[in-house]
């Protein structure tokens, strides 16, 4: 069983930064792939960005590539987003969430979920 922590949402200006930070619980942290997902109002939840277990490789959505930047420290059990110039079509709840098995950017394929953090970007 693990259990995920989310924090350092917020209300942010459209060009500010964030970095959300996400702990988990768990012995076997460092083997698991961790993703980042978010849900804006009235909308789907969607992929963000993923990390492999070991953190040698990552991926995005196109929407924020060259902005935002998963990195994990598995000492700590800790993973994190880093939120560049921010917009607001950014605005949304985020979620960290971990698979046990392999690495991916559908929903369906990861095991545990946090109970997610609003970041809300003004224009």
């Known amino acids: 069983q693990v259990q995920l922590v989310e924090s350092g949402g917020g209300l942010v200006q459209a060009g500010d930064s964030l970095r959300l930070s996400c702990a988990a619980s768990?012995?076997?942290?460092?083997?698991?792939?961790m993703g980042w997902f978010r849900q804006a109002p009235g909308k789907e939840r969607e992929f963000v960005a993923t990390?492999?277990?070991?953190?040698?490789?990552?991926y995005y959505t196109d929407s924020v590539k060259g902005r935002f930047t998963i990195s994990r420290d598995n000492a700590r059990n800790m993973v994190y987003l880093q939120m560049n110039s921010l917009k607001p079509e950014d605005t949304g709840v985020y979620y960290c969430?971990?698979?046990?098995?392999?690495?991916?950017?559908?929903?369906?394929?990861?095991?545990?979920w946090g109970q997610g953090t609003q970041v809300t970007v003004s224009s």
């Open positions: 990390i492999t277990w070991i953190g040698g490789s990552t």
């Open positions: 768990g012995r076997t942290f460092s083997m698991y792939a």
């Open positions: 969430a971990a698979r046990r098995e392999g690495w991916g950017t559908s929903t369906q394929g990861y095991d545990y």
